[in-house]
């Protein structure tokens, strides 16, 4: 952890969608709970022409729009925190105006700035050189990344040289959001907090894992961005492989940024080079979602593309606990349901006793397993054999029962926060521990890197599916074929 607590927070992209729809609602809920600090000052820059007035009204539409009314405090109080300057971060003139803004930044002091910046990845360099020009990259300033952080590993690299010019690595926040999801964070304390789990989550009692991010929705305006970067690049290299290295990884020796990202970046060196036949990707045409009838990939792009909506994944990490053990990975959009879920499938009991104890028929018995889902519901269940109550003449009858912790009905008076207020803050105080090191974005990118030039070895190239479906039947070979099922 860095040891100042900063008293400015710089937002880069203030305009922009990400800023109206997560980043000023997280700050006015955080405020509102009285968790920022209380001399915090938030100067928002981007390129549209306005004021401190006029970013603070365009604040107070996005909160009224994406804040419940509940979460909201004092708003007014929230928004006279808000200021703002007009920048292009392309040139390095208006950098001093925006330093004057920002304020004196005193070397060696317990405050400082925070900037996190929300723009196209070919802003990075020049921002950064701006900042560097304008005083506003000493040692008590830190940097905090949104993605994309490249689209392969040379770009990745080049991107993080850039910041750590400027920025060592204890001051550098990349950005992942779904670290800062309850149900995520809750798989560290399932894990490690409970004596139950850790002794058989290992090969021994663990048969498979499948990870699954589904969207019903298609572009939504990121055309551009999304047909240069394609399922795998936008969703695998991120948040599931950040998942899969949650579920995978060793005790860490403690709760830290150093030990937790340690034992994550062991888990992402240790993935196996997936092979020919282990990957299936889709493209959705048109079809229906809820009833309601949806264009095609071509049709939403308005051109042919061989960009992939869809990717399923056969993954292992070759490891002494997760020696023979598939991950089974599965993104789409324009999928049937919105769900992002981890579901470890445990072993059959070694031996049943309630065979033929059901009289003629036998007993069904099922391997027991734990479902966490992390969106749009926060919960977690733990399937168990359990007898059907009631006498029975001809023997006992058994049956699947959930043993169910929904977030609201765990913690009772709590709500549902945006994953970024957990970031966010951490920001503000310089906590890492639920941000991304470089070590683990390079051993992402190279794992995917693999993947990409084994397709285009392959001449591989997109399946269809409708729109609706669960993706390409491909998809569901490449799991069967196992003689296991998605989880649905």
């Given amino acids: 952890m860095t040891e100042f607590a900063a008293d400015r927070l710089l937002l880069f992209g203030a305009t922009g969608d990400l800023s109206r729809r997560k980043l000023l609602p997280s700050l006015c809920a955080l405020d509102a709970d009285g968790l920022l600090p209380e001399k915090l000052r938030i100067i928002g820059t981007a390129r549209t022409e306005m004021d401190d007035a006029g970013f603070?009204?365009?604040?107070?539409?996005?909160?009224?729009?994406?804040?419940?009314?509940?979460?909201?405090?004092?708003m007014a109080g929230f928004l006279n925190r808000l200021h703002y300057q007009p920048l292009d971060a392309s040139t390095l003139e208006g950098f001093e105006d925006l330093a004057e803004k920002v304020g004196s930044i005193g070397e060696g002091s317990d405050t400082g700035v925070a900037i996190f910046l929300s723009t196209a990845p070919s802003l990075f360099g020049p921002t950064i050189e701006g900042l560097r020009h304008a005083g506003l990259a000493g040692e008590n300033v830190r940097m905090c990344l949104e993605k994309p952080l490249g689209d392969d590993l040379g770009s990745s690299r080049a991107i993080n040289d850039a910041v750590a010019d400027a920025f060592p690595e204890e001051r550098i926040f990349r950005i992942d959001h779904y670290l800062g999801k309850e149900t995520v964070q809750n798989l560290l304390a399932l894990r490690f907090a409970n004596i139950l789990f850790e002794p058989i989550w290992n090969a021994t009692y663990i048969d498979h894992?499948?990870?699954?991010?589904?969207?019903?929705?298609?572009?939504?305006?990121?055309?551009?961005?999304?047909?240069?970067?394609?399922?795998?690049?936008?969703?695998?290299?991120?948040?599931?492989?950040?998942?899969?290295?949650?579920?995978?990884?060793?005790p860490p020796t403690g709760f830290g940024p150093t030990a937790i990202r340690d034992?994550?970046?062991?888990?992402?060196?240790?993935?196996?080079?997936?092979?020919?036949?282990?990957t299936v990707t889709g493209q959705y045409r048109a079809g229906a979602i809820g009833g309601q009838a949806v264009p095609g990939y071509d049709e939403e792009l308005g051109r042919d593309s061989d960009t992939e909506t869809f990717v399923a994944i056969k993954a292992h990490v070759d490891n002494w606990r997760w020696k023979g053990v598939p991950f089974y990975l599965r993104t789409g959009k324009r999928l049937p349901e919105r769900v992002t879920e981890i579901l470890v499938q445990f072993r059959c009991v070694p031996h049943s006793i309630f065979e033929g104890a059901g009289g003629p028929s036998p007993v069904a018995t099922h391997p027991n397993h734990l479902l966490i889902g992390i969106q749009p519901e926060e919960n977690i269940t733990l399937a168990l054999m359990a007898k059907v109550p009631g006498l029975d003449e001809n023997g006992v009858s058994l049956r699947e029962v959930p043993l169910e912790i929904a977030m609201p009905d765990a913690f009772v008076g709590q709500y549902r926060r945006i994953a970024y207020e957990r970031l966010l803050l951490d920001l503000i105080k310089g906590d890492?521990?639920?941000?991304?090191?470089?070590d683990e974005v390079e051993a992402q990118w190279h794992w995917i890197d693999a993947i990409r030039a084994e397709w285009k070895a392959g001449n591989m190239t997109p399946r269809t599916y409708t729109a609706g479906s669960w993706g390409p039947s491909a998809a569901i070979g490449l799991i069967e074929r196992d003689g296991v099922s998605w989880h649905e």
Avoid: C, W
């Fill in 56 to 74: 603070r009204d365009m604040a107070r539409k996005a909160l009224e729009e994406h804040l419940p009314a509940e979460r909201r405090g004092g």
């Fill in 209 to 250: 894992v499948q990870i699954t991010v589904a969207e019903t929705v298609g572009l939504e305006g990121r055309v551009d961005f999304y047909d240069g970067a394609g399922a795998l690049r936008d969703m695998v290299q991120n948040h599931m492989l950040q998942l899969l290295s949650l579920v995978a990884m060793e």
């Fill in 263 to 278: 034992e994550k970046v062991k888990v992402l060196r240790a993935l196996r080079p997936v092979k020919a036949g282990e």
């Fill in 432 to 438: 890492q521990t639920l941000f991304v090191r470089r």
